[in-house]
C-alpha cells in the first residue's frame, strides 16, 4: 500500500515538475518576446497575446494540480484511517463489538480529528 502511494506521490511530482518546466519555458518567451512588444506591430503584439495566454493556462494547470493534490492527498488519509479502523472492528468481531472497541481503534485524539473535519467542511465550501 505505501508502494501504491509512492508510486502515485512520484506521478504526481512529475506532473508537477512538467508543468514547473512549462511555466518557466512560457516565462522564458516571454521574457524575449518582450523586445517585441516595444517595436508597436499588431501582427507582433497579437503573437505577445497567444504566448500570454499559453503562459496563464499554463500557470491555472499548474495551481490545479497543486490544489488537486492536496485535496486527494486529505481524502486519502481519512480513507486509510477509516479503512484501518473497519478492519481491526472487523478482526476483534469474535462477538458483537462493543463502542469501548471503537475507541481503541481510533489513535487521534478528539482535537485532531476536529482539526481534520473542520479542514474538510473548508475545502468543501471553497469548492
Known amino acids: 500500500e505505501k ?3 509512492n508510486r502515485e506521490k512520484l506521478s504526481l511530482q512529475k506532473s508537477l515538475k512538467q508543468a514547473n518546466a512549462e511555466l518557466s519555458k512560457l516565462r522564458a518567451e516571454l521574457r524575449s518576446e518582450a523586445f517585441i512588444r516595444e517595436l508597436g506591430s499588431d501582427s507582433e503584439n497579437a503573437v505577445l497575446r497567444r504566448i500570454y495566454g499559453k503562459y496563464l493556462r499554463a500557470e491555472s494547470f499548474r495551481k490545479a494540480l497543486i490544489y488537486q493534490k492536496k485535496y486527494l492527498l ?3 488519509g ?4 477509516c479503512e484501518e479502523a473497519t478492519l481491526a472492528l472487523i478482526a ?3 462477538g458483537q463489538p462493543s463502542y469501548t472497541d471503537l475507541e ?3 489513535h487521534h485524539s478528539k482535537g485532531f480529528t476536529r482539526f481534520r473535519s473542520a479542514v474538510r467542511v473548508s475545502i468543501a465550501i471553497s469548492r
Open 78 to 81: 481519512g480513507f486509510q484511517e
Open 3 to 5: 508502494e501504491m502511494w
Open 104 to 106: 481503541i481503534i481510533t
Open 92 to 94: 476483534r468481531m469474535g
Open 74 to 76: 486529505l481524502l486519502l
